[in-house]
């Protein structure tokens, strides 16, 4: 069987990314990262430890939903790159602790739970529960979280 490199789809992938840094989304990037390496979806899932059909999902960039921080974390080992490069905000801000990430954006701030709260626009009791561990932050109320906290949110994700 002939390489990922040699196939017509990785040409064509290539001639639309001169570089790894013209690559403005997550999924085209573990693409880009793949080909560079000559693996086939099935052998980068076996590498890793997950479904073939997951690794799919996520180069297809269909994937709606958060894999585990292991997960991302033996993909950016194994391609050699910064975990930040293939994840987007939300399973980015899952893999930086969630709650314990609003936490840590309240103290930078110097913010009681009352006052992200109220910037926040959710009440002191989900702030309790997000930041103790004892409720996950859905992607509906984290995109709540970004919109009303201003871009300085997400940006820290980056950090």
Sequence with gaps: MA???TTVEAQAF?????SYADI????DRLRWCRYGLDLLQKEVAA????????YRDLESGTFHRSFTPELADKLAALYGIPVEDILDDYPLFLHRGGGD??????EA???SRQQLADHAKVSRTSIRCWESGQKTIS????????????????SMLRM
């Design 139 to 154: 992607q509906k109320c984290f995109c709540h979280l970004v919109e009303n906290l201003g871009s300085d949110f997400p």
């Design 14 to 18: 290539y001639r639309m990314y001169h």
């Design 47 to 54: 590498m890793v430890g997950m479904e073939e059909w997951l």
């Design 101 to 106: 990430f609003l936490r840590r954006y309240r």
């Design 24 to 27: 403005p989304n997550p999924w």
């Design 109 to 111: 701030k110097g913010w």
């Design 3 to 5: 390489g990922p490199r």
